[in-house]
């Protein structure tokens, strides 16, 4: 039982320390939370969370450049980030550049 309290308390502190994202309604804090007071908590599940905090599977297997800039549209994933970034801020494109597709 011992083992389960710390486990659950590790859990409770990534949570806390999780970012918060404004663009969706289910956070991962609150489930991480939720999850630290489920019966079956183990140590894996503590990990896994983790490696995700930690982003490792990103470190052991990047993505190739290939992927991140396709000859077809090389700035692609970067508008896409971009778009994310003006969203936040509350910057919509106009619409002649939505219908005319000019970034």
Known sequence: MAARTVLS???????????????????????LTSLADHPSLDSSAVEA????????????????E????????????ERIAEGYAKSL????????KIFFGIW
Request: net charge positive; charged share 25%; proline share 12%.
């Open 9 to 31: 308390n590790r859990l409770r502190q990534m949570a806390e320390g999780w970012a918060f994202d404004p663009l969706r309604p289910a956070q991962l804090k609150t489930f």
């Open 49 to 64: 969370v983790r490696a995700l905090r930690d982003n490792r599977l990103a470190k052991q297997c990047p993505t190739p």
């Open 66 to 77: 290939s992927i991140m800039k396709p000859a077809s549209r090389p700035f692609h994933y």
């Open 89 to 96: 801020q509350g910057i919509g494109r106009p619409w002649w």
